[in-house]
T-cell receptor, first 115, second 115 residues
Framework: DQQVKQNSPSLSVQEGRISILNCDYT??????FLWYKKYPAEGPTFLIS?????DKNEDGRFTVFLNKSAKHLSLHIVPSQPGDSAVYFCAASVGGTGTASKLTFGTGTRLQVTL | DTEVTQTPKHLVMGMTNKKSLKCEQH?????MYWYKQKAKKPPELMFV???????INESVPSRFSPECPNSSLLNLHLHALQPEDSALYLC??????????????FGPGTRLTVT
């Protein structure tokens, strides 16, 4: 049962334009969401996160939007740059348990930013 | 220092070998994690250590044996592995396990091939 889904396995965007990566989840207990970027043969790099008490978080070129009622989040990258070409993973967790943090990852979206 | 280091980068081992993967962080994080990632799949959680104690084992076969000698080090001992265990093994750390709004930081991974 895939609790976190990224339905687009790949996305191609021109340099300078907006990249929008989408993620859907099914577990209503998730209250913390993260986006990671991964280059081949490297570990995931943390990009940006959002708590369920917010609907938007912005950090430079990256903005994450959360729609709790739709159980949907998206990552916007503006403007897109060639160095943004990578696989992007959405992840979710149930925070504040005091015991352990389990990150559930989506299947990833490969972003290609073209010149 | 926001780095998680892993050694070795690559490892090839036979099914009868015993080897160990090592992970180190000096960020003062008290939670450390092992993930396994197969090609074109998301990372899957294997183990979580919180304050040097094993808090989550995701039903991992006993041929994988984790160890946390101190708060900065995490090992994964491997014995009698199968070819299907070939994967990228990722280590991660976070400030605490189970806290609200706590990001996990990943190492570059060890690419393991079992022959």
């Amino acid at each position: 049962d895939q609790q976190v889904k990224q339905n687009s396995p790949s996305l191609s965007v021109q340099e300078g334009r907006i990249s929008i990566l989408n993620c859907d989840y099914t577990n209503s207990m998730f209250d913390y969401f993260l986006w990671y970027k991964k280059y081949p043969a490297e570990g995931p790099t943390f990009l940006i996160s959002i708590s369920s008490i917010k609907d938007k978080n912005e950090d430079g070129r990256f903005t994450v939007f959360l729609n709790k009622s739709a159980k949907h989040l998206s990552l916007h990258i503006v403007p897109s740059q060639p160095g943004d070409s990578a696989v992007y993973f959405c992840a979710a967790s149930v925070g504040g348990t005091g015991t352990a943090s389990k990150l559930t990852f989506g299947t990833g979206t490969r972003l290609q930013v073209t010149l | 220092d926001t780095e998680v280091t892993q050694t070795p980068k690559h490892l090839v081992m036979g099914m009868t070998n015993k080897k160990s993967l090592k992970c180190e962080q000096h960020m003062g994080h008290r939670a450390m994690y092992w993930y396994k990632q197969k090609a074109k799949k998301p990372p899957e959680l294997m183990f979580v250590y919180s304050y040097e104690k094993l808090s989550i084992n995701e039903s991992v076969p006993s041929r994988f044996s984790p160890e946390c000698p101190n708060s900065s080090l995490l090992n994964l001992h491997l014995h009698a592995l199968q070819p299907e265990d070939s994967a990228l093994y990722l280590c991660a750390s976070s400030r605490t396990a189970g806290a609200l709004n706590d990001e996990q930081y990943f190492g570059p991974g060890t690419r393991l091939t079992v022959t």
